[in-house]
Structures are given as structure tokens and as C-alpha cells.
């Protein structure tokens, strides 16, 4: 059976694509993914080589035929999301920033002047990389449907795994707790929560915890920066204790992650010292317990 | 005027710089668009005096007048019904309380109940001289749709303020939803390979929404030089650079606003006030 890891952090910042990448370093016969598809850059460190790219058509979007359109006002009136704007110009006009592509003016307007149609929201890739095969995807600019973008990377990292005979896909989590990390994290076979001693990182930690609790996957937690607040790691250790969460690593705070970075390298690669180390140890403890 | 505080990405200080810039200019109101996540208030300890509830729309469907004809579910854009043989079945957490199927039931058997997706919180944090209003979304672990939230915490938005918006980090439907409506935004970044990748997507989006932009630089000392020429390249006003600095991280983690206790740091957000006002006039 393919077994799936997904790494997240409630926040962004807190170190969660360093130790995906390093994973991508440590660990065989897997297929990364990038979930983040709102701001992907996972690519920055594998430096992925496309090998297939497709279109992703994640809904359709309302048209408005001026050439038809009465001005009414009906669809205006009818919208919940103040998706059609009126311009002194222009007339009834749709605002695609505010439009939630529900249909409902299309359904409404009484010239038939609105229709849907397919749109591209962005693209998705299957690349090669240095540390194996990795699936990722580029949401358009101002597009949503992020969700749907996650659960397509993960269905083609499980196709290319199931053709390509491998046991593993790690994927790099989305930040936040809302419709892309539920998307990400739903039916994977453990959850790494990557948090930092900062009260936000513990307040985020707790909510993404919470999140996985409620769909009921395994989660193990990863201190980062740990020697910038002990007070608050403590509190994260209690925490952790309280709930029976293990703590598979402890990272020292270290420049030379960020030297790592810029030179985008992942930090198994480019020597960071006690980083290094325990990030080597923490793959072990989390294989073993996937493997379990 | 509404100035948001985006990022690519979360944990570049979009907080910090947010919640520091709200305690040091006048007549400022603070809202905490970053629902999934609001943090502002860690820092701001506001008294909460007002919550309320915020509700979406779900379609209720009385069995008693539906044929099972499946017209409901065919027109859900996001597959939030199921009809079966003796039953229509809702999917509150894909949908997305648009109104379609009650508007297309030929049998009128859809009404709509609400659902409770989150609250919203206000109050004042007290401040020598005026206090800052403070708002903030809370989505309920759980729930996907933060859209509808954002948008009931921007209705506070006080014009006669100046309103900072905390935004949500990435750049899809949260983040639209609020800078829709914004006259200037602030985007945060760090000086590192990620941190520009993140901020040219956050631009690409501001300038798709047409709102005027500046770039602040956290932690500017810890990088390289790539967000400065690739923001002296496009044109990017750079409107601040904060180094990283030790107090600043400190203060941060055990929940203290910079500017607090550093009356330096609070001329220089003040400043920063100053240098949007002249963007926005050229
Ligand atoms: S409902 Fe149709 S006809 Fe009326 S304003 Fe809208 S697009 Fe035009
Ligand atoms: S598709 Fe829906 S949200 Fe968009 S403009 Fe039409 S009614 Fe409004
Ligand atoms: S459209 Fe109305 S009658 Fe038809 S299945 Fe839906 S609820 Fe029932
Ligand atoms: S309200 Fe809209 S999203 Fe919800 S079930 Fe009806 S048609 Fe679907």
C-alpha cells in the first residue's frame, strides 16, 4: 500500500518546506508533491525539470453577451457575493474578484446574456528532480479552487506512484487550516505539524492539531527554531504530552539555514550542523512510524 | 482609507508590521482579515466588547414536496447535493450558500436554514490618547469557507478611520476577497529566494486588481539583494526595511508589540503612514 505523508505548519514561515526538502533528500522511492499551490516554492530547492505540464480547469466562470443584455439589473439583484458591478460606462458588468462563479445570474437573466464556460484556473506539472519525481501546480493569479488543484496533485503523485511502483509520496502542506490544507491532509497516513516557540506558531500548531484530530490522522510535531523562546517550547512539550503527540525533532535556531536556502540547497546537502543531525534522526522516527 | 498588509505567504511579519503600524498612527482601526488564523490579537490584547455570529446560507429541502427530479444537484456549480431514490442530500462543508438550487427547484421544496461558520469580535484596544477599534474574524476549526466571514468583519470598517487589514497568507480566494475594495497595499517579504517567488505572485495579483502597492523588507540584513533589484527593476516602491533585530524578535514571541516600548520604532510606522499618503498622490 502507497503510504502518504503530509508535512504542515499552520503557518507559514516556520521552516516547513526546509525540512520537506530535506526529506525529499533523505527518503527513497517516494514522489514528492508541492500542495502549496497558492504560493508554491518547494521548486526553489529540488529545481524541478518539467516533463509534462497540463491545463487545470478547476470551474466554469459566468460571460456576460453585452450585445443581448437589456440592463435589467436582474442578475445584479439576484447575486449574493456583489459579483456584478454598474458602471456608469460600461453597464452591468461582472467583477470577477468578487464573482463566486455560481451561475445563479445565469440562471436568472431573463436574455439568456450570461453562459459559463470552462475556465483555466492554472496549470499542474509532473517534473524530475534531482531527489525523484515530483508532482506540483501553479494556480493562476487571482484564482481559487485551490482545493480542488491540491486533491488533483495528490491523485497524479498516487497514479505516477502506483505506475512507477513506489511505496511513498511526501507532500508539502499548504499554510492555514482552510480548504487547500483539508485537502492535503484528508486520508494521508500521518501528518507532520512543523511549529516554531512563537505564540502564534503555538496558537496555529494547536488549530492545525485540532484540524487533524477531527479527521482523525496520526500526527507527530516538529519543533523549529527551538532555542528562541524555551519557555514556549516547554509549553509546546506539555502540550504534545498532554495529547500523547510525539515530538520527533528539535531544532537549534541556525543561520546556516538560511544560508542553505539562498543557496538553495536543502540542508542535507549543505552542511547546517546540528540541523543536520537531528533533521537525519527525525526521518528515521517518522518512517518508523508510518511504517508502523 | 484602507490599507491591507499582505504577503505571498504567512510568517514574514505581515502581522508585526500590521499591528505595530495600527498602535502608531491616530485614529486607526484594526481588522484582522486572517481568519483562519488571527494572531493580531495575541499582540493587541483588545477588550472584546461585541461578538456576533456569521451565518451562511444551507439549503433545507422539505421531502414532503420534492419529486427527486435531480435539477438541484445537476446546477450546483460545486457539487454540494446528491439526490438518491427517496432522498437529497446536502454537503454543508462544500456548499457554498449561493442559492441556486432553491431558485431552480421547479417543486419550490428548498428553503434555506443558516450555518454557523465563525464569529466576529470587536472592541477597542485602549491607547493614550484614542483607543485603536479593533475587529477580528474567528473561523470554526473545520470549516473551509472563510470568504463570507472576511467579508462580514470588513463591513466594520469605519470610514472616517484608517483602516489596516490584516490579510490572509497566499493569494487565492481569501486573499481577493480581502483586498477587494482596498486603496493601498503594503506587501510584506523577506530578502530570500522564497520570500521574492512569494512576492511576485503577491504582485501579480495586486496589480491585476489595480490597487497601488509598496514593499516592505523584514529581517532586510538576513539575504540576499534580490527583492531590491527585482523591486528596483518593476518599478516597486520599497517604502521600509526593518533588520533583523534581536529585541524585536524577542518581543514578538512572548507577545509584545514592538512599538510599545520603542518610541523610535513608532515615529518610523508613523513615517510609514506618511510615505503611503505620497504614493497615493502621484
Ligand atoms: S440580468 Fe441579463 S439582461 Fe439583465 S442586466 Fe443582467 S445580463 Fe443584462
Ligand atoms: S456567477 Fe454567481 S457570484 Fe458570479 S456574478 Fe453570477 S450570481 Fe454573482
Ligand atoms: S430540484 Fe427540488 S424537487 Fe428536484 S430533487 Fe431538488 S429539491 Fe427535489
Ligand atoms: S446553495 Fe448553492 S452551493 Fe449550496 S447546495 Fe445550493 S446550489 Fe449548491
Redesign the pocket.
Known sequence: MIKELTIISGKGGTGKTTITAAFASLCENKIMTDCDVDAADLHLILQPEVLRQESFIGGR??VMDKSICTECGT?QE???????DLDPDKGYT??SF?????????F?CPEEA?S?VDSVNGNWFISKTPYGKMVHAKLGIAEDNSGKLVTLVRQQAKKLAEDEGLSLIVNDGPPGIGCPVTAAITGTSLVLVVTEPTLSGIHDMERVVDLCRHFQIPVQVCINKYSINLVNTQKIREYCAHLGIAIVGELPFEPLVNKALVARQNVIDFECGAVTRVVRKMWQEVEKQMMA | MIIAVASGKGGTGKTTIATNLALSIPQAQYIDCDVEEPNGNLFLKAEIQQKEDVGVPLPHIDSALCTYCGICAKDCEFNALAVLKDRVMVFPELCHG?G?CSYVCPEKAISEGEKIIGVVERGVVPQEGEDLVFCQGVLNVGEPMSPPLIKKAKTYAEPTRTVIMDAPPGTSCPVIQTLNGADFCLLVTEPTPFGLNDLELAVGVVRQMKIPFGVIINRSDSGDQSVVEYCQRENIPLLMEIPLNRDLAFAYSKGIPYVTENSEAKDQFGQLLVAIHKELQV
Do not use: E
Not at chain 1, 98 to 106: E, K, Q
Open positions: 466562470a459566468p442578475c439576484v447575486c449574493r457575493f456583489n459579483g456584478i461582472i467583477n468578487a464573482c463566486d462563479n455560481c451561475a445563479l445570474c445565469a436568472a450570461i459559463m | 449561493c441556486v
